[in-house]
């Protein structure tokens, strides 16, 4: 499971270089600091923040980093500072989410990345469940909407129109999350591929978007746009 989330990790932050080189990374949500390690190795000057005083502490002093703790408001952030703002699973827990949106596109440079993870209400797994609580086959019904952690839903039908239309960004593609093939097996591989391909299908997708004015053209087939520098 461990080797999962470490692979899972190093995929996340290839996608963003496909976008942008090395530069300073803000990790919003940084947690035990896994990205922040793994984006240090890989060149990235890393700052973090996260709520748990205790855990940041940890972080910074095991990383020889800085990681903010407490309200992310209330600290000063300087403006057009940053060249990616990594937000992985954080956005379905926050009870304000424009507001962390309004202030990623403030402290990034222009055609900065942010970098977006989040789980997908419209994946194949929640519609199951959906139909299966229609059918009266799983109770109580309704049940994978009622998490005591998670307080706004998205899908790649809609996190994309809202940071494009709403916030400023240029989402850049639209995927599955990249799920890593650490065995090694056929299967596997197959998962991997279908994840990345079918976004709308996928438990979770990562929405990598540039700060910029929206754009306005239609998704091509496969789901990408082009942000242009």
């Not at 800085?66 to 060249?83: P, T």
């Not at 379905?92 to 403030?106: A, I, N, S």
């Not at 019904?141 to 239309?165: I, Q």
């Not at 990345?196 to 087939?221: M, W």
Request: with cysteine; net charge positive; proline share 7%.
């Amino acid at each position: 499971r461990q080797r999962y989330r470490m692979a899972q990790k190093e995929n996340n932050l290839a996608q963003i270089e496909r976008l942008i080189s090395p530069g300073r990374l803000m990790s919003i949500g940084s947690g035990s600091g896994e990205e922040l390690e793994f984006a240090s190795s890989r060149g990235w000057t890393v700052e973090g923040n996260d709520v748990d005083p205790v855990t940041t502490a940890r972080v910074a002093k095991r990383l020889g980093v800085h990681v903010h703790s407490g309200d992310l408001f209330a600290l000063h952030w300087e403006s057009d500072a940053y060249d990616c703002v990594y937000l992985d699973q954080v956005l379905e827990h926050v009870k304000k989410p424009r507001d962390y949106l309004h202030l990623c596109h403030r402290v990034l440079k222009p055609g900065g990345v942010l970098y977006i993870g989040v789980p997908n209400i419209r994946s194949l797994s929640a519609s199951l469940k959906s139909i299966l609580g229609k059918l009266g086959l799983k109770r109580p019904r309704g049940k994978h909407y009622d998490t005591w952690h998670h307080v706004l839903y998205f899908s790649p039908g809609t996190l994309p129109t809202l940071l494009e239309r709403h916030y400023g960004f240029c989402v850049a593609v639209v995927q599955g999350d990249p799920k890593p093939n650490v065995s090694g097996s056929w299967p596997a591989s197959v998962r991997a591929v279908l994840g990345r391909r079918l976004p709308q299908h996928a438990s979770s997708f990562p929405e990598p978007a540039r700060a910029k004015h929206a754009l306005r053209e239609p998704y091509g087939r496969d789901h990408r746009r082009r942000c242009d520098t």
